[in-house]
């Protein structure tokens, strides 16, 4: 089978001719028919520090967003069949930790495996996943749209975290998740949406989307804009997608006092805040991170509200392309708005 896979700890990736994998007992063999570039995809190809530090064994398989028919399951697999159509989890817990046992499988710390990073990825014709990773697709989500419901949730876990249902947010940075975030934050009913970036066409599709204050940040002070808006008093929750410790420090000025701080962006090196005393101390300022998605009630959560039919993720489609067309797609990416697809 075709595949893309990371051989060497430097700027690269190649692609391979692979046996098709054999699933296990508890394991499905996947048929990918669609599958996503994310940032994370990139930073692996580029091999950034963030990605060095994790110390993944190599060669793998890269990517995790994606979609497929079921082509086997293995003995011991019980509630997914040949036929069904799935789409990817990309954490692999233990299922018996602590951590686990307690509602949070999810962040699983007891090695958990990480699809496209420790697992072999979905940048193939064919996945083998163990079954607690494969999520049905409902009729109604074609596999474009199924290869973003990854993303998807995790836009939902970040707002889970920022509950802005009667109150203000800010996003900041415009990428797919973030704009993920601006129109789920419309449909769970936030009074005040500010989106920030610095790309005046996603800014654009931010607006489209619903936020009620568009601000490119290359060109406007966003905490200014944020205290005129909301009257001095600071916007009520903040997502993160930056990364980027000015844009964060700045985060802590633009909130109001006991407001939420939701970490979604890499940060690729320690990370100092300023003011920690008075800026987050003393406000009693909620700080907090998320790492991909809930099992599975993220899942659960966006699907139903996918199935109101008041939100497309065809929105989310930049760019439809093959898997022989891999080099390009990392060359075009940072100027395609929304993902682009790898359509087998």
């Given at each position: ?23 296990g ?14 940032r ?8 950034t ?13 890269m ?32 299922g ?35 079954e ?13 749209q199924g ?6 949730t ?10 802005p ?18 129109e ?36 406007e ?14 916007v ?5 997608m ?10 802590v ?54 199935s ?6 065809d929105?989310y ?6 898997l022989e ?20």
């Open positions: 089978m075709k595949a893309i896979q990371k051989t060497a700890g430097k700027p690269g990736a190649q692609f391979v001719e692979l046996e098709i994998p054999r699933p007992r508890n394991e499905v063999l996947v048929q990918v028919k669609a599958s996503a570039l994310c994370s995809d990139v930073d692996v190809y580029e091999w520090q963030l990605v060095q530090n994790a110390h993944y064994k190599l060669p793998f398989t990517g995790h967003e994606f979609s497929g028919l079921v082509i086997e399951a293995g003995a011991d697999v019980k509630g997914i069949r040949a036929g069904d159509r799935v789409a990817g989890e990309t954490h692999i817990p233990c018996c930790c602590n951590t686990c046992r307690t509602g949070n499988q999810h962040i699983c710390r007891n090695n958990m495996g990480v699809i496209g990073r420790s697992f072999d990825g979905c940048f193939a014709q064919y996945i083998k996943i163990p607690i990773a494969a999520v049905k697709l409902p009729d109604s989500l074609t596999y474009r290869a973003l419901l990854e993303p998807f995790t836009a939902m876990h970040a707002l889970s975290k920022a509950n249902s009667g109150s203000s947010i800010a996003i900041l940075g415009m990428g797919t998740i973030g704009l993920m975030a601006v789920l934050a419309k449909f769970l009913g936030s009074t005040k949406i500010f989106a920030m970036g610095n790309n005046e066409l996603r800014l654009a599709e931010s607006r489209r989307l619903g936020a009620d204050v568009a601000i490119n940040g290359s060109r002070d966003f905490v200014q804009a944020i205290m005129r808006e909301t009257n001095g008093v600071g009520a929750s903040i997502i993160d930056t990364g980027n410790e000015d844009v964060i420090n700045k985060s000025e633009a909130l109001k006092v006991a407001g939420t701080l939701v970490h979604v962006g890499m940060v690729p090196k320690p990370l100092t805040f300023n003011n920690y005393m008075y800026g987050v101390v003393y406000k009693e300022l909620n700080v907090t991170g998320i790492f991909g998605r809930r099992m599975f009630e993220s899942w659960e959560t966006v699907l139903s509200i996918l109101t039919g008041r939100i497309g993720l929105n489609i930049g760019k439809v392309t093959e067309n891999f080099e390009q797609a990392i060359a075009d990416f940072r100027g395609v708005t929304g993902r682009i697809i790898f359509e087998l």
